[in-house]
């Protein structure tokens, strides 16, 4: 069983910067493939960032790449989730999501591990 705290939300100016963290309880958040996924109001929930065990390979949403940047510190189980150049568009509740495969690591039903969410608000 995992544990995940999400962590980092708030309200930012657009062209600002959140770094978002989880932190993962009750197993060693390094042997997971670890994701984000947010949902804006009235929308689906959609992939932004996610990697595998260990960061061996990272993938971003086109929406995000060059902007986001999806990080480890496996001493402290946490993952973040970097945040620049942050767009209104940007604005939802930030999920993060892990699993032991995730074979399709954009999708967000192959994660069986989910945190509560974090709010992230854009303004223009």
């Known amino acids: 069983q995992v544990q995940l705290v999400e962590s980092g939300g708030g309200l930012v100016q657009a062209g600002g910067s959140l770094r978002l963290s989880c932190a993962a309880s009750?197993?060693?958040?390094?042997?997971?493939?670890v994701g984000w996924f947010r949902q804006a109001p009235g929308k689906e929930r959609e992939f932004v960032a996610g990697m595998r065990w260990r960061g061996s390979s990272r993938f971003y949403a086109d929406s995000v790449k060059g902007r986001f940047t999806i990080s480890s510190d496996n001493a402290e189980n946490t993952v973040y989730l970097q945040m620049n150049s942050l767009k209104p568009e940007d604005t939802a509740v930030y999920y993060c999501a892990a699993d032991l495969r995730a074979p399709r690591l954009r999708v967000d039903t192959d994660y069986e591990y989910w945190g509560q969410g974090t709010q992230v608000t854009v303004s223009s």
């Open positions: 009750g197993r060693t958040f390094g042997r997971y493939c």
